[in-house]
């Protein structure tokens, strides 16, 4: 195969907010290295219509799409539409949900002809190489007689920097949003405002094994590209295509300190004036790095702090307690840092009681922002799902129903949730017509 259609379904976005598909990209890098003729379509970004288009005039003998657990419907869409054009092509799908459900998705959905499982870029280079599926790591498939064959996993890339660039030429970046959340306006002489956030990745996986989270499912562990290799890239971004304002989309970017510490002494010494947004856990935080994330043009660090009760943590398998993340807040705005919070509310366990006890966290360490995404998600590949399977509260077929998550309401009914998110957000902090805007997002969300 020669012609490689990589497609990011339309109607995908989170509370209207849209990132580079950076999966797609990355393979796209690596298929491109290889001679593979390839083209990326964010049907997130331009439409439904754009992917039809795509189809149609790229004539693709290979369509690969990103299939998440709230977007599969339209994952699943995207498949219909190659089919539709051409039944002879060659349709795969990858993505934590596809990974995670690949069985169930080869099953049911006979427009899918293989599902990449885990990291995607050397098996999608083999499948776009034409090379017999039973010979290719890592992914599922039906053979000839319609039965599902999984093969043996494919072995992680250990060395980050291995990998090509993402191919960023292949998109318009500068249509991509800025995004401000109030507080500041421009950092290091970028206007938060104005200039398009794009989102970059230094490291894969958490070193957490949280039950609500199948990234460590995904992931296996946590591995980093080389400060050197992760600023280069930057600077390619910087130089070729006029970016400026960045967001690290890893799970826990900071996990080692002294990494972290390397890639700020390199941005800075190689004088890119950029601003950047991370996200990481508090106890993968201190005062000398901090002081240095500054200094390189971070203006936001968002922590998965969760809840500010001991005994939720314990449940959810935190492995932090509220300590850490008190600390990690205050030190982060003494450093000149805006600190968010993300928070959990109606996890298991959760009462008035364990309630007053993250209100009581939010009035004594002031986060900057704080954010409330949609109460307790039930994913397939968590220990949540299993547990919730296990007494009968969801079973594999609601992946094939057209909801695109399911909430945990084993304790507590949508009333409660939206007034313990209430609760919550009345006490958090910023621009009253912010706070009001946010409110209404998270609300929306629990129905």
């Keep these: 195969m020669q012609r490689v259609l990589l497609v990011n379904p339309h109607e995908t976005e989170q509370l209207g907010f849209s990132n580079p598909p950076l999966g797609l990209l990355y393979i796209?890098?690596?298929?491109l290295k290889h001679g593979i003729d390839v083209r990326i379509v964010d049907g997130c970004r331009e439409g439904r219509d754009s992917i039809r288009k795509a189809i149609e005039a790229f004539h693709p003998e290979m369509v690969g799409i990103t299939c998440l657990t709230p977007g599969r419907k339209k994952a699943l869409d995207v498949a219909l539409m190659a089919k539709e054009f051409d039944s002879k092509t060659y349709?795969?799908?990858g993505g934590a949900h596809a990974t995670i459900m690949h069985k169930q998705l080869l099953a049911n959905y006979p427009s899918i002809d293989c599902i990449v499982i885990g990291e995607g870029e050397q098996t999608c280079l083999e499948l776009a190489q034409g090379i017999n599926p039973n010979e290719i790591s890592g992914i599922a498939y039906r053979d000839g007689s319609g039965k599902i064959i999984t093969n043996p996993p494919r072995k992680y890339v250990e060395d980050l920097d291995v990998l090509p660039f993402p191919a960023w030429h292949l998109i318009d970046l500068h249509k991509y949003p800025?995004?401000?959340?109030?507080?500041?306006?421009?950092?290091?002489?970028?206007?938060?405002?104005?200039e398009p956030r794009i989102s970059v990745i230094f490291s894969r996986g958490c070193k957490?094994?949280?039950?609500?989270?199948?990234?460590?499912?995904?992931?296996r562990g946590w591995r980093r590209r080389s400060p050197k290799n992760m600023v280069d890239e930057?600077?390619?971004?910087y130089e070729k295509h006029g970016i400026r304002h960045f967001c690290f989309a890893d799970d826990a970017m900071t996990v080692d300190k002294k990494a972290a510490i390397e890639l700020c002494d390199e941005i800075i010494h190689r004088n890119l004036k950029i601003a950047f947004h991370c996200t990481t856990r508090s106890d993968c935080v201190d005062e000398h790095l901090l002081g240095r994330l500054k200094s390189a043009g971070c203006y936001c660090i968002t922590y998965g702090i969760e809840t500010a009760s001991p005994m939720l943590l314990d449940k959810m398998n935190k492995e932090n307690d509220i300590e850490s993340a008190t600390r990690a807040i205050e030190q982060t705005k003494k450093a000149g840092?805006?600190?968010?919070?993300?928070?959990?509310?109606?996890?298991?366990?959760e009462t008035d009681e364990t309630v007053g006890e993250t209100i009581a966290f939010i009035k004594n360490t002031r986060p900057n922002g704080i954010g409330i995404a949609g109460s307790l998600w039930i994913l397939p590949g968590t220990k949540l799902y299993q547990d919730c399977r296990r007494v009968g509260f969801i079973d594999d077929d609601f992946w094939l129903s057209d909801e695109p998550y399911k909430v945990y309401t084993l304790e507590h009914d949508f009333k409660r949730l939206r007034?313990?998110?209430?609760?919550?957000?009345?006490?958090?902090?910023?621009?009253?017509k912010l706070a009001i805007q946010k409110l209404k997002?998270?609300?929306?969300?629990?129905?």
């Design 419 to 432: 007034n313990y998110a209430r609760r919550i957000m009345w006490h958090g902090i910023g621009p009253r």
């Design 337 to 349: 840092i805006l600190a968010t919070a993300l928070l959990i509310v109606g996890s298991v366990g």
């Design 208 to 219: 957490g094994r949280c039950t609500f989270c199948s990234t460590w499912w995904i992931w």
């Design 441 to 447: 997002n998270i609300l929306n969300l629990i129905s």
């Design 178 to 194: 800025a995004r401000n959340d109030g507080h500041l306006k421009v950092v290091n002489g970028v206007r938060l405002d104005r």
């Design 234 to 237: 930057i600077e390619l971004l």
């Design 28 to 31: 796209a890098g690596t298929l």
């Design 91 to 93: 349709v795969v799908m």
